[in-house]
């Protein structure tokens, strides 16, 4: 395989790992119904709404992630014991669960007394690692998306209030996560990509933590490759300057009248201007530091002006 066969074969499977690290936590299972309501409640804070009607209330997510959507429907399915309604328009799903009061009360997302939209995670419903597992797991297929090899990992959320604890929520297992807002929307990222792969593990990716390492691997390759090309280029630049320069005042020397040792090295020196000191002493069969110091007295001899060329 060529280096730019590797490269592209690289760049594709940059360009899959969102998706593939989705659709692999997607088909995940969820064990306990608290975390099928921790999931639900992330899915809903991300890529949700609400359709309040009197006394009615449904909610809706939208996503163009197929396996995702089947996910989603399924969870809240389970939680309701009524299937959800799914339709598709163009690229993008829609999840419709209706009468979703009870089902909004249990994910912590509506008090369902006022009917008031929550602005916090609840503690008590990510309060086991599983259960807070499912919460990032859920907001990472609602509102995630992941960008490698910039390592760029982040959940948008439509309330800063439930973002900032979502970065505190990640905190709690050594996850590095920074907050912001982009296009009226909050958004808690990671970059680095230490806390990527810990939260990918966290979610329950092991094939995406194992494609993130794979990648991370072949680009630290890949650079150390280039520096060392790059190393390589300017010693060979280095190499042949010193040889030019050397020559430069060899030519001026009448050879004739030095010593056999010096006038082999300053002969070697002058037939191979481009050879390193390494090539040019194993040609004369003698040590490198012995071909420098017969190379040294001889620009001695031109530095104090003696054994010219005549005429």
């Given at each position: 395989?060529?280096?730019a066969?590797?490269?592209?074969e690289?760049?594709?499977?940059?360009?899959?790992?969102?998706k593939?690290?989705?659709e692999?936590?997607?088909?995940?299972?969820l064990?306990?119904?608290?975390e099928k309501?921790?999931?639900?409640?992330?899915?809903?804070?991300?890529?949700g709404?609400?359709?309040?009607?009197?006394s009615?209330?449904?909610a809706?997510?939208s996503?163009?992630?197929e396996?995702?959507?089947?996910t989603?429907?399924?969870?809240?399915?389970?939680l309701t014991?009524?299937?959800?309604?799914?339709?598709?328009?163009?690229k993008?799903?829609?999840?419709?669960?209706?009468?979703?009061?009870?089902l909004?009360?249990?994910c912590?997302?509506l008090?369902p007394?006022?009917?008031?939209v929550?602005?916090?995670?609840?503690?008590?419903?990510?309060?086991e690692q599983?259960?807070?597992?499912?919460?990032?797991?859920?907001a990472?297929l609602?509102?995630?998306s992941?960008?490698?090899?910039?390592?760029?990992?982040?959940?948008?959320?439509g309330?800063?209030?439930?973002?900032?604890?979502?970065?505190?929520?990640?905190?709690r297992f050594?996850?590095?996560?920074e907050?912001?807002?982009?296009?009226?929307?909050?958004?808690v990222?990671?970059?680095?990509?230490?806390?990527?792969?810990d939260?990918?593990?966290?979610?329950?990716?092991?094939?995406a933590v194992?494609?993130?390492?794979?990648?991370m691997a072949?680009?630290?390759?890949?650079?150390?490759?280039?520096?060392?090309?790059?190393?390589?280029?300017?010693n060979i630049?280095?190499?042949?300057?010193?040889?030019?320069?050397q020559?430069?005042?060899?030519?001026?020397?009448?050879l004739?009248?030095?010593?056999?040792g010096?006038?082999?090295?300053?002969?070697?020196?002058?037939?191979?201007p481009d050879?390193?000191y390494?090539?040019?002493?194993?040609?004369?069969?003698?040590?490198?530091?012995g071909?420098?110091?017969r190379?040294?007295?001889l620009?001695?001899l031109?530095?104090?002006?003696?054994?010219?060329?005549?005429?």
């Amino acid at each position: 395989m060529t280096g730019a066969d590797a490269n592209t074969e690289l760049e594709e499977a940059e360009s899959k790992l969102c998706k593939a690290s989705k659709e692999e936590l997607a088909a995940k299972p969820l064990s306990s119904r608290k975390e099928k309501a921790a999931f639900l409640s992330a899915v809903l804070f991300t890529s949700g709404s609400l359709l309040i009607h009197g006394s009615c209330v449904s909610a809706s997510v939208s996503t163009q992630n197929e396996a995702f959507a089947k996910t989603a429907a399924s969870v809240a399915q389970s939680l309701t014991g009524k299937p959800a309604e799914v339709t598709l328009g163009g690229k993008t799903f829609e999840i419709l669960i209706a009468d979703a009061v009870e089902l909004l009360g249990e994910c912590k997302v509506l008090d369902p007394e006022k009917r008031v939209v929550l602005g916090s995670i609840d503690s008590e419903l990510t309060g086991e690692q599983s259960e807070a597992a499912a919460f990032v797991r859920g907001a990472y297929l609602g509102g995630g998306s992941l960008i490698v090899p910039k390592y760029h990992l982040e959940f948008s959320f439509g309330k800063k209030s439930i973002a900032e604890d979502f970065e505190a929520l990640l905190g709690r297992f050594g996850i590095k996560a920074e907050l912001t807002a982009h296009r009226g929307r909050a958004v808690v990222y990671a970059k680095d990509s230490e806390s990527i792969s810990d939260c990918l593990a966290l979610m329950g990716g092991v094939k995406a933590v194992l494609s993130l390492n794979s990648i991370m691997a072949a680009r630290q390759m890949s650079a150390h490759i280039n520096r060392q090309q790059n190393c390589d280029m300017h010693n060979i630049d280095k190499q042949i300057n010193t040889g030019l320069s050397q020559c430069a005042y060899l030519k001026e020397l009448d050879l004739d009248s030095v010593t056999a040792g010096l006038k082999e090295a300053g002969l070697a020196r002058l037939a191979h201007p481009d050879y390193s000191y390494e090539q040019l002493a194993a040609m004369l069969g003698i040590t490198k530091s012995g071909l420098k110091n017969r190379l040294r007295r001889l620009k001695e001899l031109y530095d104090r002006g003696g054994c010219f060329k005549s005429g």
